[in-house]
């Protein structure tokens, strides 16, 4: 899968106080969003589906347009 690495922190770890980073996956047709956040010292992760939010932009998006084409 291709994916964005952010190389920053997103959060401290409640487990073991490590850097949790995230990386997004967009993937697939339809397209398919995820993002998985990974504990840089005890390893611990979680994906997380995020496609929800991919809809969410786009109808935002397609709202701005309609608003601007009315206009």
């Known amino acids: 899968?291709?994916?964005i690495y952010l190389d920053?922190?997103?959060f401290k770890?409640?487990?073991c106080g490590g850097d949790v980073g995230a990386e997004l996956d967009i993937w697939?047709?339809?397209k398919v969003v995820s993002v998985i956040?990974?504990?840089h010292r005890?390893?611990?992760s979680i994906d997380v589906d995020a496609t929800d939010l991919l809809g969410e932009a786009?109808?935002?998006f397609?709202?701005?347009l309609e608003r601007i084409e009315g206009e």
Request: overall charge positive.
């Open 1 to 3: 899968m291709g994916g």
């Open 8 to 10: 920053v922190p997103a």
């Open 13 to 15: 770890c409640p487990i």
């Open 28 to 30: 697939g047709k339809p």
């Open 37 to 39: 956040f990974k504990c």
């Open 42 to 44: 005890c390893g611990r």
């Open 58 to 60: 786009r109808d935002y």
């Open 62 to 64: 397609d709202d701005v």
